[in-house]
DNA sequence: TTCTACATTATAATAGTTCTAAACTGTTGA
DNA sequence: TCAACAGTTTAGAACTATTATAATGTAGAA
């Protein structure tokens, strides 16, 4: 677990000021290890919940895209209506569950090598995501 | 290629009424041996410069999503903003194009095996779909 | 043809997100 | 230390995609 003053010093380095929000809004996201998911609605009343300081919706999306920007978050993709951010940043897919509206993660070693034997001229590969659905059995 | 008739045919099969809009609609998004993406943006671009009937919005939402819901359209997860749709309704995989936005398919032999060696109790798995980012090599 | 249920339409409403411009605050350097 | 600047936060407006509404229209059955 970090204190104020490492996310302080992770801010900083990453040429974020650290404002009190910001560090705010890393102590909900990082001050844990295990990862989760969320959307910036979870966010928001998770904030509301921890603090007596408001912040603002625009200042919570500002500071989610910039730290995704600078790779603490993840985007991941999923039937459109919200964005769903993810505090794991390695490498590792998605089940989606359809009944829940729940995302869970799946470990990289958990899904067999995918190959990808076409490819498109010009490009190269960034990533390579797997998104399981699953409703009930 | 199919012709009005044919619409009409699986239009009234599948229990919608062929009215002169979906049939409409039917032309542009399946008449064509090719598969393709589009949003409904996409769609109603493509409405208003192949008829001028005026379809309203309401009735290309309706309408695309009661193709969707009766499996001659899918709809695709690519990073929130909008909905991306595809006519192939296969299983298959796809790659994203994250300069020029755009989706390209991947045939579904054209993915080895992916093995999920994780289950999640009380669920089955739907489906696995990969989603492959490319970006200029 | 006439009736009825379903479709279409324009428009309003909603939800998520981004923009704006003013107020505020970390940081730098005198 | 403190002024000054640049980056940040803020509330609220604006914007975009989508869904709901309520009136009008129309396909299909009798």
New binding site residues.
């Given amino acids: 677990m970090l204190n104020n003053s490492n996310y ?1 010093d992770k801010l ?1 380095s990453s ?8 560090i705010k809004i890393c102590e909900i996201l990082f001050d844990t290890d295990k990862t989760f998911h969320f ?3 979870d966010l928001v009343k998770k904030i509301s919940k921890t603090t007596n ?7 919570v ?3 989610v ?1 910039a730290f995704k920007k600078k790779g603490y978050l993840k985007e991941i993709p999923i039937n ?4 769903y951010f993810d505090t794991n940043t390695s490498h590792h897919h998605h089940f989606y569950d359809e009944n829940q509206k729940d995302l869970i993660d799946i470990d990289d070693a958990d899904v067999g090598p995918v190959k990808i034997n076409t490819r498109i001229p010009g490009k190269k590969i960034k990533s390579v995501e797997v998104l399981v659905k699953v409703e009930d059995a």
């Fill in positions: 302080i900083r040429g974020l000021r650290p404002t009190k929000q910001r959307t910036i609605n300081d408001k912040i603002s919706l625009a200042t999306y500002n500071t895209h459109s209506d919200q964005s």
